[in-house]
C-alpha cells in the first residue's frame, strides 16, 4: 500500500501520496500552510498510525491544522465515495444509481 495522507486544507482535502512530497512547490506549502519538514513529520504519524490497518479496513490517515498545529488522525471512508475502496456494488450503484423501493401504505 503507498503511505498516503489526505491533508485538509482550506479549499478542501487534498489527497497526497509521499512520493510526491518532492513536487510541491514553495508556494503550494504556504499556501497550505504546513512547511515540508511538518509534511514529512505528518507522514511518518500516519504510517505509525496504520500499521495496525490495511486498505481494506476502510480507513487512512489525515493531518489537519488545529490552533496552528498539525495534527495527525486516521479517519473512515465509504466504500461508495473512495475509489480505493470501490468493489464492483459499489461502481454498480454509482452506475445505476440507488435501488427504486416500493410506494409505501400508511398503517391505518
Known sequence: MANTLTLCIDEGDLELREEEVASITDQELAKFRI??????????????????????DGIGPIAFEDDGKWKVGICGFSALNHPSMQTRASVRLHREGPMKLAPTHPIP
Open 35 to 56: 512547511s515540508r519538514e511538518e509534511l514529512h513529520r505528518c507522514f511518518a504519524k500516519g504510517a505509525r498510525l496504520m500499521q495496525r490497518y490495511t486498505e481494506v
